[in-house]
């Protein structure tokens, strides 16, 4: 039997077209630009030679990582005001940031790190759905390539990073899919975004239902698709890497 | 074969005692202070007779709900200072705050409620894990409240809500467990948190396993223990509102 | 010849029902919710072992107390918003957490207090006039419970506080009447805070007729039943405090 | 008996020095420069023809009147931080402009005003005690001028605003003593502004005692000193407005 | 005589490479992605079909253009914290964002625009000297492909904007040069921003010596070099265009 | 042939009348209250006797200055809001405030001055075109009378500060004109301010026009026009300070 194809031509359970265009902001220590389908997010990864006044204080040993998202003004359909104007960061933007941060810091060896800081930044400069998962497999790229420079700088010995991609599935119409577009989003009945390393164990998983609930059943089929998607994903950012 | 009990005496699937004293805040229209263990929140929710300017101008008919939560400064075991002191409000509340407000919109009828708003306040007395899970758990009791008050005065005909509790399941030392207090979580490898409604649907799975990852297997056990979680908090829900 | 009673069945010098719930934030040092007729405010102290920058760099010795005070978002007849919603602390809350400072900066001897900070934080959790007098009669009882418990640790030789109370008078419709509740405040040409030791000498003393000006025999009137209100208030803290 | 004089050569119920340059400001509809002592405060009256939103949409009639005070940077002797770079106003700026808002709608006919708003800005251009009362008192004179503005224009049938001055009293080594100066205000065990009418009526009276406290006695001696220096102030204002 | 070249093997009055990226941001009405040497800024142009509420207050006919600059964190050598974070917009961005208002308002017939706000975009991505004159150079660009997109909508008959470019010329060791680089601008003691339009007359023009001064002469060079750059990036834009 | 005059009776090249009156901060190292024409502003100078931070930590030596520029609410035709209520400094304001700051650090010998800040404040009384220019030249006067005291407290040998002087030039009605008022300014097609030391030597220059553009030849009659005022500008300073 044919299965009936998403609007963009996809099948349930492909992901849309995923681009790296690396060192976009060169002044980082690592940086990517990923383009996945329209969404594109910049991830910048900057290396600072020491530590939050916190760990200082506690004398923590090892090194932080932090990360911020933001949305360009220009990234939605609709002109998005920039927080300074309204001297308040966006709820969502504080909720994704959140994420990003701890998905990092369970990928990231603190103490193999050193004493420093990295501050992760992604910047949405194209919001057509995903852009928090973007920001976490362009982020584990932008990741690798700073450390990759550390390396060759005789900073750190190897590098204390492992793989980390994610990913988002859902359910629309009563079908489960994998990798929402905006229009997909918009639609859905759940949304489930999914955080795993390259050894298949989950690191984040969020699953909520807005306007709807959803079944064991359900998740089982989007965990599944979820999954499915992280696999691929993992192999493409081994290849943009390389 | 015996349990071996945790350092509270409870089994793994054992909640702790939960108790709820209503009325706590009367000048609003429904309120609850919702004592789970040590962790105490103030639910209160005050009803206003317009909606948004958003939904005004957009001519969206019904109501609408939002959620507002906050740590008093002294709920925590260092004094936390106020966010108006930080002219920021804390990351971590805007991102339990709109967890609580997504999930009370999928519980209510926003139209059957009719041109209002709802605010929810979640303020917590004293924190000992379990806080956001305490919050969406007595909210519903306070929205409960709210609304049999609505239908007294005759602005409502039924109430526009259905039951929805929360509890947090977590993984520390190898051993899934329910409804984790603070030196719990403190030490969990992975932590859930469950909402779910009154037919045993899902509304929001929240897992992060900010040191660590979980598989598939510990997830399984963590929602069997969250299902019988919520279970009991909803029958302990419908006692304390008759 | 028989007095005309107030609305509630009150003599012009009779207070309203007073009542502490110990230990409401147990996480605070001291704590207790006073409800002084249908207002209610959360008083807690809690310790911190340093001194302000300030006293630090000048090399000032002994401690330092300050207060914050609040009225939570459904303390009122009308919801009010955070202040943190606002990013600016609401004018009358400024003034009212001042005159609870210094309040209670003249019954304590910061010397003998030791190189630390109290925070004192009185939480409004329903106002139903008399907000800042409830706080400071409440914020002692607060006070002296945490300095049991700093003396039971051994932290402390004998207390450093002494006792302090507030009460307001007021003068509605040309009578002069003790311990206002909002209704009655609303209504009153004249408004007294006064705020005396537990030697009858006045700490502080703020009249004001926003609507209206009074007379020296008005101010003579009203300092008598607020003297006398004040002896009634320290014998009920230490009848809570025993 | 000879009385002993003080630092500057006063006696106990001596007013400093009292000069007033009007139009310090003339885009103001009123405005002065009150010179009192060393301490210069500039008043300013600005009218606004329209009223605020909340009295638009409640439909009150007649006008409203508000206050703004703050300390210009150099007004100390050590400089103040502007409050935009705090993002904060001063509290004990708060404190006052509050009091001088009320103060002024007691004298003030808010319905004979008309329509409109009158905003009192109250800068400080150097501070030697006695701002607040310096404030009020050349508030008075600054809106009797923009008062008399309005009438010539013939937008104001009679002035709306009655005389209002203030004062400081304080009790310094044991001994009361009229209008402070900064250095025996920093020595007052007790410190007291007193704002009166024309007729001789209390509008405010706060008196507090930080370091210490003050008996009836003490509260008769300063209300007797403060009420004579009231007098003298607003027969030097009518001389000022003519 | 042979010039001696620059650091970078320019001569004194060559320009940097330039490079545009269009449609960077597809979400935009139009975008480009200026690249001038080793500075990248993004130029996005978003069309409201709107006024400001000061235009329709005072019924002002036609429409408005506005700009915002910013710097992306990683787009410096030391990490640029974000604004929101310090909760105040940059010093230098807010006199920048307001040079670039004012030049687009020169050149754009804000009548023919219709009613319509016009916000540009400037962020850059990397900073390498000259972010001000690449953000005016791009965002004409920018404009001019908006403006194209209107004109296929058929919302405009023709393009309302004129040409104008800008760049900086400055003084380094004595020698008068021509669009210099971070490390020229650094070592500079003269600094000068020239905006110009395609007539060849002044818009802006900004000279500045923090560290010295300059003469007539040095004047009369830099504005003689600059005429020279202008005429060669109006040239650029153009062949960007077509 | 006679020269038309302008609405105030001036020639094209006459200044307004120029007043010092010195002193007006008394608390200020040096102030003077500059008065051109309607024009007042405020100069005030304070010394902190200790560096900035950031020069503290680099160790660089010598000392700091630093200049704030704010228009008080009632020195414009109408009413303007303080920054401090919008949380937000008025954009302008922090253009003007760096411009003054950049001018001052080259008349300023930042090592002679030894380690130390001053803080220069300009804050507008009255606003009647020609505040930023007001500003520079009436900071330096008071920046010359705190070097003065400065010498007499035997803490520097011999001032640190040389003269520089500002002026406003535009063309109105396509007529060249010195020191533009309010009326004048507003109807300017261009509008430069010049700053300029004692040596005749520029130290910056800022032309602009936002309805129009300029040419060659009206920049060349702009900078003879500003040339002569600045001349006579030294001299008034020269003479306000003996």
Not at 151 to 173: C, D, H, Q, R, T
């Amino acid at each position: 039997m044919t299965e009936i194809l998403r609007p963009d031509g996809r099948r349930s359970d492909e992901l849309r077209p995923l681009r790296f265009q690396h060192h976009i902001a060169p002044h980082a220590t690592g940086s990517t630009l990923i383009e996945w389908g329209k969404t594109r997010v910049i991830c910048a990864v900057t290396v600072e030679e020491s530590v939050p006044k916190w760990m200082q204080s506690k004398k923590i040993p090892g090194g932080w990582i932090t990360a911020e998202y933001s949305m360009l003004p220009y990234s939605t359909l609709e002109r998005k005001t920039r927080d300074i104007n309204k001297l308040k960061q966006d709820g969502r933007s504080v909720e994704i940031q959140r994420l990003i941060g701890r998905t990092l810091r369970t990928v990231l060896d603190l103490e193999a790190l050193g004493s420093r800081t990295l501050w992760v930044d992604c910047d949405v400069l194209q919001a057509d759905g995903g852009t928090r998962t973007a920001s976490i497999t362009g982020a584990y790229v932008a990741l690798a390539l700073a450390m990759k420079k550390l390396g060759a700088e005789g900073k750190i010995l190897s590098s204390p990073v492992k793989p980390v991609a994610a990913v988002s599935v859902g359910v629309v119409g009563q079908r489960p899919m994998l990798d929402l577009n905006y229009e997909e989003d918009a639609g859905a009945s759940v949304d489930m975004n999914l955080v795993m390393n390259g050894e298949g164990e989950f690191i984040e998983l969020q699953a909520s239902g807005e306007e709807s609930t959803f079944s064991a059943v359900h998740l089982e089929e989007l965990l599944r698709l979820g999954r499915h998607g992280i696999g691929e994903l993992l192999q493409r950012q081994q290849e943009a890497l390389t």
